[in-house]
């Protein structure tokens, strides 16, 4: 899953793990910078912190009928 910081004024100062392996410090810089960060979980007390990116769908516009 993506997930973003919620808001840039209030970064997270636990450090939180977000992957199975182990806690990453690069992912951790990441999230905090603002950016977008495919993670593999998420703990509950991060969710202060964080939301998750969800696709949006984009509409295919339909062509008229008399056009072709």
Same mark, same amino acid.
């Given at each position: ?5 919620? @808001?840039?004024? @209030? ?7 977000? @992957? ?41 516009? @339909? ?6």
């Amino acid at each position: 899953m993506k997930i973003k910081l919620k @808001n840039k004024d @209030n970064p997270m100062t636990t450090l939180f793990c977000f @992957n199975r392996l182990g806690f990453c410090q690069t992912t951790f810089d990441k999230i905090n910078s603002g950016v977008q960060v495919e993670v593999e979980r998420v703990p509950n007390k991060a969710w202060d912190y964080v939301e998750e990116v969800k696709k949006q769908i984009k509409k295919k516009k @339909n062509k008229k009928e008399g056009d072709e």
